[in-house]
């Protein structure tokens, strides 16, 4: 069988791991830190940094494709490897969804809706956007952001140097605030052969800036599903894209805004683990390695609920109620880290 390359070896990374193994492919995880997620369950670990020329040769060599499980991968690895494997999903998918404004200018050329946005890399460009825009906004780095990270909001317009002053001179994006009446995402995968499947879309519920709740079927109407399918479609069409990926959506009067697209299995996917007979990760690993999509038809109703930090200390209570458990071997507790996810289930 094939080996698949993943780098990056947290949680999405194990549970590809896992997912490959059952189709009896072999995985090789490359990440630095030595007790990893993935590195517990793959078959194979290259710890290295990413900086690491030789051990990224030997990694290239040793696998048949090369999958990724984050965003901000450096892009002198990729150089390194593109020569070795085939990378899936694609290198413009990656370079679209790790810089927010080519991000937002690659959807708003697709005819997609985004929040409205400026660029501000200078205290003058942050008058320029804030006179633009107005308030309230967000302000958030253009790259390397995550769970909310790297974001500052403005209540007004007097919030604006202060805000800009947070982000240290990292190049930003200053989006207008989007009055949603919910968050939704939707999962989509494509094969190289072009084909495209979606899972129902998810409504999800952050706390903190981190996804607490994502909850299926999501209460919108028909109409708002098929939207968010045929956008998704379209997304991964336009990269020719091969594998899962995650577009988080707002629902708003005026229809469906794209907050982010996510070039990878996502969180507000897990509930597809017990709600569907094929799940994302299978669904990404069917699609890196070339194979038909499988039947991601949700047959159940499912809440999935984030274990974070010291919510995980719950689980021998949890463990006596009707609950699929997923944890994923992190040693240590912490304060607003992932440490593994519940999926209460009924049947649809
Ligand atoms: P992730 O962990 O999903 O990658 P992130 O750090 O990239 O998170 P965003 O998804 O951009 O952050 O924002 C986090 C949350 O903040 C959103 O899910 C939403 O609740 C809120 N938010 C972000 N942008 C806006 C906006 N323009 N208007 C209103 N709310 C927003
Ligand atoms: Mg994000
Ligand atoms: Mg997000």
Sequence with gaps: ?????ILGGGQLGRMLSVAASRLGLKCHVFDPAP???????ADAHTCAPYEDAEALAAF???VDVI??????????ALDALEALAPIYPNRRALATSQDRITEKDFLTDLGLAVAPYANVESAADMDAAVAKIGAPAILKTRR???DGKGQVRLKDASDASAAWADMADA???????VDFSKEISIIAARNPAGDVACYD????????GILATTTVPAAIPATLRMDAVLLAAKILNSLDYVGVMGVELFVTPAGLIVNEIAPRVHNSGHWTQNGCLVDQFEQHIRAVAGWPLGDGTRHSDVVMENLIGDDVLAVPEIARTAAAIHLYGKVEVKKGRKMGHVNRVTPA
């Design 144 to 146: 390397f952001g995550y």
């Design 201 to 208: 879309p998810g409504e999800n519920v952050h706390k903190d």
């Design 1 to 5: 069988g094939a080996t698949i390359g």
């Design 60 to 62: 290239g060599a040793a």
């Design 67 to 76: 999958t990724y499980e984050f965003e901000n991968i450096p892009t002198s």
């Design 35 to 41: 007790d990893a997620p993935a590195a517990q369950v």
């Design 171 to 177: 190049p930003s994006v200053l989006e207008g605030f």
